[in-house]
């Protein structure tokens, strides 16, 4: 027997019809720009400096990245920044998961005080020179602490992870208590094992805020063999500005060269410092698209 259909009115075809011509054109405004950096990296210097370049790239060149993998000063932010995100994202994700789960118990009395002054925080803090000094005190200056541990923990990431905690059934904590297990064994072996999809989220969330983290790095940290890449590309990109009173003791060959090479490095570096976060997001889109409706809902 054939299934029937539910005819489709003109006013919904005109809006289906509208509907993807619009989403269209935005995928076109995001798409665009991201075409336009691959093409330029694989493009030669002059074809960059030039504006030749539009779309597909033109007298292909692995220029650029050949001089993102030979200097050492920005394989050095490269290493860097894998470090900060990897162990600042272990310590944030712990360090909410640590905060959240007992503010989501309901015979935890005091949860509502120490809420209150999370979210306090949210809204007020002591500002960016007395947030300097208390680093510089605890010694944190120029040390990878200074990347780790003052952007440790989000009180927003801390408000989803209790709403996904509270939406869990309280029957397994009652059983679980019933066989003597402790909290922190229900934590580790019940909880989060069914909390994956929130996990993903906050690894997520942390993992982008410390991949791209430059403003403590600019405050905190003056050694090289400290700085991240977010700090390597701002020079590249403050040492691509030149000033037009010296033009004429400055070579005019020389200074287009170098004009060039530093356009196509730029260009080969965004790639370089964007394929990590690109290639690890499809492996958690499932967990981040689910954890993040729940974690918004619930509660």
Known sequence: MKASTIPISPNDKMFLFLNNCLLGIIMLVV????????SSSFSSPNANITGKVWLYPVDVSFEGYKAVFSNKSIMTGYANTIFYTIFGTLISVTLTVLAAYPLSRSDFKPRN???LLFAFTMFFSGG??????LVKELGMLDTRWAMLIPSALSVFNIIITRSFFQGTPSELLEASQMDGCSDFRYLGSILLPLSKPILAVMTLFYAVAQW???????LYLS?????PLQIVLRQILVSNNFDAAMMNTVNIDQMVAKQGIS???????????????LVVYPFIQKYFVKGIMIGAIKG
């Not at 798409?31 to 691959?38: C, G, R, S």
């Not at 791209?212 to 600019?218: E, G, H, V």
């Not at 050694?223 to 700085?227: A, N, P, R, S």
Request: no cysteine.
């Open 113 to 115: 005080v120490i809420m």
């Open 263 to 277: 356009e196509l490095l730029k260009y080969s570096l965004i790639i370089v410092a964007s394929i990590p976060l």
């Open 128 to 133: 960016l020179i007395p947030t300097y000094i």
């Open 212 to 218: 791209n983290a430059f403003f403590d790095a600019l």
């Open 31 to 38: 798409l665009y720009p991201l075409i336009f950096v691959v």
């Open 223 to 227: 050694k090289e063999g400290l700085q």
